[in-house]
T-cell receptor, first 117, second 112 residues
Framework: GAVVSQHPSWVICKSGTSVKIECRSLDFQATTMFWYRQFPKQSLMLMATSNEGSKATYEQGVEKDKFLINHASLTLSTLTVTSAHPEDSSFYIC?????????????FGPGTRLTVT | QQQVKQSPQSLIVQKGGISIINCAYENTAFDYFPWYQQFPGKGPALLIAIRPDVSEKKEGRFTISFNKSAKQFSLHIMDSQPGDSATYFCAAWMDSSYKLIFGSGTRLLVRP
């Protein structure tokens, strides 16, 4: 149980275009989803937290107009990178937390590798 | 105060040996301490987690030791195997901030 999927697993886009990444909880209802960014050989950095049906809370330094997050249902959250630039190239990982989860228990997706050319 | 400091940055262990990774924190409001294993190109997978009211937790070859007074916790991997070669992250969570704070990671290599 507690499976989180991401789609696509990797994507290449041209500078200036937008790309959408989906995060789905497959076997539980995710009241909260988190989006992380990870650069090579570095740790995970939290970008934003989203609760179903409400606006996402962004971490300091994360541009909310550039990284659009939508958590429209209890099983789906999307991250849209708008007007992507090469510096947005990174590994994006989502995680999901169910309503019955204790403490910080959350389950991570497999990640999406974004390359902006 | 929100930081979690992890060491060592990298670790090489012979097959069958014990791998030990350490983490330290400052904020006593943290109340959940998970360890994650990450393989290249994959998302982190929860290995084992502990709460501060317990000093040790064991699951198979993985053990967390927790020292509340020292504000430190560690992961021990017994009988380390080449398949354990991965990056390990400790993390800490507090309900008041509703976020996981990750350590910097430890790259473990287990030699055959």
């Amino acid at each position: 149980g507690a499976v989180v999927s991401q789609h696509p697993s990797w994507v290449i886009c041209k500078s200036g275009t937008s790309v959408k990444i989906e995060c789905r909880s497959l076997d539980f209802q995710a009241t909260t989803m988190f989006w992380y960014r990870q650069f090579p050989k570095q740790s995970l950095m939290l970008m934003a937290t989203s609760n179903e049906g409400s606006k996402a809370t962004y971490e300091q330094g994360v541009e909310k107009d550039k990284f659009l997050i939508n958590h429209a249902s209890l099983t789906l959250s999307t991250l849209t990178v708008t007007s992507a630039h090469p510096e947005d190239s990174s590994f994006y990982i989502c995680s999901a937390r169910g309503s019955l989860a204790g403490g910080g228990e959350q389950y991570f997706g497999p990640g999406t590798r974004l390359t902006v050319t | 105060q929100q930081q979690v400091k992890q060491s060592p940055q990298s670790l090489i262990v012979q097959k069958g040996g014990i791998s030990i990774i350490n983490c330290a924190y400052e904020n006593t409001a943290f109340d959940y301490f998970p360890w994650y294993q990450q393989f290249p190109g994959k998302g982190p997978a929860l290995l084992i987690a502990i709460r501060p009211d317990v000093s040790e937790k064991k699951e198979g070859r993985f053990t967390i030791s927790f020292n509340k007074s020292a504000k430190q916790f560690s992961l021990h991997i017994m009988d380390s195997q080449p398949g354990d070669s991965a990056t390990y992250f400790c993390a800490a969570w507090m309900d008041s901030s509703y976020k996981l704070i990750f350590g910097s990671g430890t790259r473990l290599l287990v030699r055959p």
